[in-house]
């Protein structure tokens, strides 16, 4: 253990000084044109920078750069002698941050590997495996926007759920029987969502937030169902048919009837800590624009209806998915036990 100890920590400052030398040095090696802040100063609202070129023909040149100050950092950052930025003209465009992104993900990581072992590692991959389809999908319906969005999405749910489980617990009786529970839970609690809103013809939906796209919102705000009843659905079967599989592991002769009590012990005392995991991941993002409407004359409940009606359809599509993977998945492990 305290072997283990000492590669992490070995491990995480290793991690630091290649993410030191990454933020400082890897600037030669961009295309698009990199300078190194030297002094900063705030005039008239913008910030005045003076730097130097970093990468390109015009390396170790002093250009002149600026970019908008906001006391509050709403759009735009403070930047500091030191930092380096990219630029158009002599206008700032963002920050380099390839060091720090370097620096978390290692950790990410670390942490992973220090607590699961193997299991952490194949977590790890499973994340990027399932980042990159999440990228695949949204290239493939921008280039080809022929295809219905939602039945893409609906090829991008089987890989991911297959990803995350088979690639963690191998493909064996148990993970299937995961998979396919955790794939019922999905497309019940989505179908509820899409059929109600067929039949109620989307009345109370506010769509304005999404008015500013150029491709049909309504495909888009599905898809957005789709994806967030994947981790709702699929936290809530592993933890249910892993709880009862250790169960039967420790004790080999207990009876169905107690294991399927004992699922439904454990999927009710979770149910309720999920649901409220999905409502405090989806409204927390939504407290700036509530307080802004609020504090600029309007009354709650207009406040309310206008900004949330969208992410109460998605915590009612999630909550759907967390309470019908507690029998699904009660289901499919009576179903594939060894003796049935």
Request: charge should be neutral.
């Amino acid at each position: 253990m305290f072997k283990k100890r000492y590669l992490v920590i070995f491990a995480l400052v290793i991690c630091s000084l290649i993410s030191v030398v990454i933020q400082k040095y890897s600037g030669r090696l961009y295309q698009e044109p990199i300078v190194k802040i030297e002094q900063v100063t705030i005039e008239e609202g913008q910030q005045i920078i003076e730097g130097k070129i970093v990468n390109g023909d015009n390396r170790g040149a002093i250009v002149d750069l600026h970019a908008p100050y906001q006391e509050n950092e709403i759009e735009y950052v403070h930047l500091q002698p030191g930092d380096q930025v990219f630029y158009r003209n002599s206008e700032v465009l963002e920050k380099k941050r390839d060091g720090l992104v370097f620096f978390v993900i290692s950790l990410l990581l670390l942490t992973l590997l220090f607590i699961g072992g193997k299991t952490g590692l194949t977590t790890f991959l499973s994340v990027v495996l399932n980042s990159l389809a999440l990228y695949f999908m949204i290239w493939f319906y921008r280039t080809y926007s022929q295809f219905p969005l939602v039945q893409v999405t609906l090829g991008y749910m089987v890989f991911a759920v297959a990803v995350t489980l088979f690639l963690i617990d191998g493909i064996q009786k148990n993970s299937l029987k995961k998979f396919l529970s955790t794939l019922v839970t999905i497309l019940l609690a989505f179908s509820i969502c899409y059929f109600s809103m067929e039949l109620f013809n989307d009345r109370g939906l506010r769509f304005e937030d999404m008015g500013v796209l150029t491709r049909p919102y309504r495909p888009i705000f599905l898809t957005s169902l789709l994806i967030g009843a994947i981790g709702a659905s699929l936290d809530t079967v592993v933890t249910v048919i892993s709880t009862l599989e250790e169960i039967e592991k420790q004790n080999s002769r207990v009876s169905m009837s107690r294991l399927i009590q004992s699922g439904r012990v454990v999927g009710k005392d979770i149910s309720g800590t999920m649901i409220n995991v999905l409502v405090c991941s989806y409204l927390s993002s939504s407290i700036p624009m509530i307080l802004l409407y609020l504090f600029n004359g309007w009354s709650f409940f207009q406040t309310i209806n206008t900004l949330l009606s969208l992410e109460m359809v998605r915590i009612l599509c999630g909550g759907f998915g967390i309470l019908f993977s507690i029998p699904v998945a009660l289901g499919f492990f009576y179903l594939g036990r060894t003796d049935k």
